[in-house]
Nanobody, 129 residues
Framework: QGQLVESGGGLVQPGKSLKLSCAAS??????????IGWFRQAPGKEREGVAC????????SYIDSVKGRFTMSRDSAANTEYLQMTSLKPEDTAVYYC????????????????????WGRGIQVTVSS
């Protein structure tokens, strides 16, 4: 099996930046075989997709509210995915999750929190002055 562990969250002032990490571990979770999605869930709201890579064609998707501010990247040697978040706003406050979907699988759009094989436990991001 494998697991995903998020890190890098915390309390930050509006306009500042944070970089979340999603470290994959375990013999069955080499990220070269998976596409990663980032999701968030604010209190009282449903989990929403923030950014993701399609497991079918490798294209990236971002929700409109984070376009131009959030960027995904990967360090293959470290088996870690990143979400760089800049110009943070109070409405970005949520628990952030990373999830992994096996390449070549899944028919739902990658921003939908379905058909993911592994999920991290989540990490809190709070944007407040």
């Amino acid at each position: 099996q494998g697991q995903l562990v998020e890190s890098g969250g915390g309390l930050v002032q509006p306009g500042k930046s944070l970089k979340l990490s999603c470290a994959a571990s375990g013999p069955s979770l080499g990220l070269q075989n998976y596409a990663i999605g980032w999701f968030r869930q604010a209190p009282g709201k449903e989990r929403e997709g923030v950014a993701c890579v399609s497991s079918l064609d490798g294209s990236s998707s971002y929700i409109d509210s984070v376009k131009g501010r959030f960027t995904m990247s990967r360090d293959s040697a470290a088996n870690t995915e990143y979400l760089q978040m800049t110009s943070l706003k109070p409405e970005d406050t949520a628990v952030y999750y990373c999830a992994a979907r096996l390449l070549g699988w899944g028919v739902s759009p990658c921003l939908q929190p379905r058909e993911y094989d592994f999920w991290g436990r989540g990490i809190q991001v709070t944007v407040s002055s």
